[in-house]
C-alpha cells in the first residue's frame, strides 16, 4: 500500500544468486523448521544484524513466494534463517 515509489526502483534480476551477489549478508525468512547448517535468529535479531551490516554494504531480507515459500537452496544461499 503506497509503495510506489520503492516499486518503481526495484531492480530484477533473473535470479536470487544474482540478486544476492554483492551482499555481505542475508536472511531467508521462513516459517518451516529446516535442518540446514546456517544459524536460525527470531526475527528481531534477525533484523538487528541487517542494520548492523548494511551500513556502508549490501544486506538484504529473501522472502519467498506466499504459496510455498523459499526452496530449500534458495534459503542456502543466504546467511541465516529467520
Known sequence: HNAEDVLAGAIVVPTLDEALRDTVFSVATTQRARRQGQPTLPPEEAASQVLRYGRGAKA??????????????ESELCSVLS
Request: no cysteine; aromatic share 8%; net charge positive.
Open 60 to 73: 538484504a531480507i529473501v522472502f519467498g513466494r506466499e504459496s510455498s515459500g523459499l526452496t530449500n537452496r
